[in-house]
T-cell receptor, first 111, second 112 residues
């Protein structure tokens, strides 16, 4: 069974204070690892897909990286508008290709 | 421009009173999904359609049903809602089952 664990559960940072969120996973053959941003009371917003170890993707202040066991979402010089819950999900090569989500990291950026 | 639209955004219903949630998409994607997300929990897949083929998750209660009358629309029917069904219901679409899923804004359901 595919599993995803995200840490920390919650993170408070000062504006401009860079940090990283962790997503550890176990999956029978990784098809893809997905990062989403979710604002309170809204649906997840797609950020990145990573397919293989060593891959990196960037978008504004966010950079996602992938190894064979975990992914990191690095946030550089965050702003208050980056406050949200960040969800990680994996999709395996076997079974019905469904996404298995972690419970997310709730990020708060303090002005 | 909204690509995955869910209606209503908020729904209050009484214990046992049937409710229907709707999802529409302008992406012409083949796959449509329904997820349930309870407070501070991960989204949980209920079922999905690949075109007209329905795929139910093994642990989805029989109380939950779905219909997809055409490519653009998909409905979630809860036949007899219980208090434990209070949650956010998320619709998502993807071009193929192995591709990125795009989510709608969700419907927040409160069962009283």
């Amino acid at each position: 069974e595919d599993q995803v664990t995200q840490s920390p559960e919650a993170l408070r940072l000062q504006e401009g204070e860079s940090s990283s969120l962790n997503c550890s996973y176990t999956v029978s053959g990784l098809r893809g690892l997905f990062w989403y941003r979710q604002d309170p009371g809204k649906g997840p917003e797609f950020l990145f897909t990573l397919y293989s170890a060593g891959e990196e993707k960037e978008k504004e202040r966010l950079k996602a990286t992938l190894t064979k066991k975990e992914s990191f979402l690095h946030i550089t010089a965050p702003k208050p508008e980056d406050s949200a819950t960040y969800l990680c999900a994996v999709q395996g090569n076997f079974g019905n290709e469904k996404l298995t989500f972690g419970t997310g990291t709730r990020l708060t950026i303090i002005p | 421009d909204a690509m995955v639209i869910q209606n209503p955004r908020y729904q209050v219903t009484q214990f046992g009173k049937p409710v229907t949630l709707s999802c529409s998409q302008t992406l012409n994607h083949n796959v449509m999904y329904w997820y349930q997300q309870k407070s501070s929990q991960a989204p949980k897949l209920l079922f999905h359609y690949y075109d007209k083929d329905f795929n139910n998750e093994a642990d989805t209660p029989d109380n939950f049903q779905s219909r997809r009358p055409n490519t653009s629309f998909c409905f979630l029917d809860i036949r007899s809602p219980g208090l434990g069904d209070t949650a956010m219901y998320l619709c998502a679409t993807s071009r193929d089952s192995s591709e990125t899923q795009y989510f709608g804004p969700g419907t927040r359901l409160l069962v009283l």
